[in-house]
């Protein structure tokens, strides 16, 4: 079985496909035959040591994964030549930048036949993430305000679309130039952020989704209704924040993804439903990696970039 592992970290940053013996499941585990790998910016920022969730190198990293199941030998939910997709163990390595991926049943689902493999695997860590900041955290409801930060990115673009079925009034931030398409996932409104303040543009927002950081997210307290809601993807343990946004009567909530087989059925149920949609920017075959990394490395994209295999 071919995997990729990252060898360096300080130095030159290498990322090499090795043979290694294919994975056997544990009880309650499926092995998946991996069609189509998912990749997100913090799997960059975990090759290059930015925080040591994994440990030392060499690590195997991913965790978005659409494929067909190979061997279910201990549990009812799954039957080989199942085809599922899903964002097994995070934060726990998942090593699903390879071939063949033993994940737990219950952190996968079936792919919807609507869906190819490349568009599945591209959904789970951004659907959740928007999903779990909207729905579970945010409760969000017909009528509300939604700003969302970053409207053309791989969150964003997926939660403008969960916030507009969930019968929110959407705004989002993005470049000029990713406009026309973040509009076409169904945003109400885009601020240009180059060329305008969202702090002076917006207010009475029920809800800021922030997957930005930065003084992005202070900025944000401005453009709140009294009583509003701050969930960020990426300041979530700055309690500097917290502390601000509460004393002025505002509530401010950090987003870990989880694994989270109800929250993959709404994704699901949203996709069958023709209100979800995921874009792939490119995709690189498996021995690609490298090339892909540096594209994510270099950020603004639009939506994702995904591995075949």
Known sequence: MRVITQQKLGGP????IVDAPAPQPLPTEVLVRVKAIGLNPLEARLRAGEFPLLGKPPFTL???????????????????????FGM?????????????????????????ASLSHVEASALPVVGLTAWQGLVDLGGVTEGDRVLVH????????VAIQIAKALGAHVIATASGSKREFVEGF???????????????????????????????VERSLGV???????????????????????AAGMRFSGIAVDPDPVALRGLVELVEQGRLRVHVQETFPFERVADAHRLLDGGHLQGKLVLTV
Do not use: C, M
């Not at 509003?228 to 509460?246: I, M, P, Q």
């Open 62 to 84: 991913g965790w978005d994964i659409s494929g067909v199941v190979d061997e279910a030998p201990q549990t009812w939910r799954l039957r080989p030549g199942d085809e599922v």
């Open 186 to 216: 169904g945003a109400d409104e885009v601020i240009d952020y180059t060329a305008v303040d969202f702090a002076e543009a917006v207010r009475d927002i029920d809800l800021v989704l922030d997957t930005i950081g930065g003084d992005t």
């Open 88 to 112: 097994p163990l995070f934060p726990r390595a998942a090593n699903a930048y390879a071939e063949i991926v033993s994940a737990p049943a219950l952190h996968l689902v079936r792919k919807p």
């Open 13 to 16: 940053e290498v990322l090499t």
């Open 150 to 157: 970053g409207g053309g990115g791989g969150v964003g673009h």
């Open 224 to 246: 709140l209704r009294p009583g509003g809601h701050l969930v960020t993807a990426v300041a979530e343990e700055d309690s500097e924040l917290a502390a601000k946004f509460e």
